[in-house]
């Protein structure tokens, strides 16, 4: 708490990087609301007292079960369902790499997409057979950790995208881009500036040759190799910049 032009005030550190005084009274009523180089409360404003970057709230993720989403899922036929100590094992060893490195990739993803999570929580439904999507956020737990790892960051990737706020910001940026690549089938045209922001992943957190482990894994669906193709022969960071709105489009 410190004094200011005769007033009381308390310092609010909304996040690490940015704290703002406002008068005492007014804590209770600071909205979260960034507007520039201040805050608002009550019709009022907070003058920011600005630190060397501005971060915004990242989500919390939860691996969860449910046994009723379990059972509903649609398989292949004749897969058979590990049982769930099987599944459990697996899922805290992709949760024990996962922590490691969650607040990192979560950041990273905000800051390179020019977007901020619009959640506070996530749910990684965890089960077998079923493959992975991003709504609601479903992995298909195999005992390789290291492409779970891979394939949670793919799925969180369109999450950040796709979070209704978010979409409306950059829908307009995402067909202007991938219609350049109008002649690709829907799912090609999606994947390329996925693979993009993931490849700047790959090679910020982990290394290039995990990157090519993750081409050569996905060589046999002719969709994900595909974008993958266009992606490593085009400027990655280019297409990247594309989609950011923090940039001219």
């Not at 708490?1 to 609010?12: L, P």
């Not at 590990?82 to 990273?108: A, D, G, M």
């Not at 290291?146 to 369109?158: A, K, R, S, T």
């Not at 799912?187 to 081409?215: C, D, G, M, S």
């Amino acid at each position: 708490m410190t004094k200011a032009a005769g007033r009381m005030v308390v310092e609010v550190v909304a996040e690490p990087g940015l704290a703002v005084a406002v008068p005492r009274q007014a804590v209770a009523s600071l909205v979260p609301v960034a507007r520039g180089s201040s805050f608002a409360w009550d019709g009022a404003e907070a003058k920011l007292q600005h630190r060397p970057q501005f971060i915004f709230m990242l989500p919390k993720t939860q691996f969860h079960y449910s046994h009723i989403y379990q059972d509903r899922l649609v398989r292949d036929k004749g897969f058979m369902v590990p049982k769930n100590e099987v599944l459990f094992k697996n899922t805290r060893k992709l949760e024990l790499k996962w922590r490691k490195i969650e607040r990192k990739i979560l950041k990273e993803l905000g800051n390179i997409t020019g977007l901020k999570w619009q959640e506070s929580h996530i749910y990684i439904y965890i089960t077998n057979g079923a493959g992975w999507f991003s709504s609601p956020l479903t992995m298909s737990i195999t005992e390789d950790t290291g492409v779970m790892l891979d394939m949670l960051i793919h799925e969180l990737i369109h999450r950040i995208l796709s979070e209704n706020e978010n979409w409306q910001i950059v829908k307009k940026r995402w067909f202007k881009l991938t219609d350049k690549y109008k002649k690709e089938n829907l799912n090609t045209r999606i994947h390329v500036p996925i693979h993009a922001i993931h490849k700047h992943i790959f090679l910020k957190f982990f290394n290039q040759k995990k990157l090519e482990l993750e081409i050569k894994r996905v060589k046999d669906d002719n969709d994900y190799a595909r974008a993958w193709e266009i992606a490593q022969a085009g400027d990655y960071k280019k297409i990247i910049k594309a989609l950011n709105p923090k940039f001219n489009a």
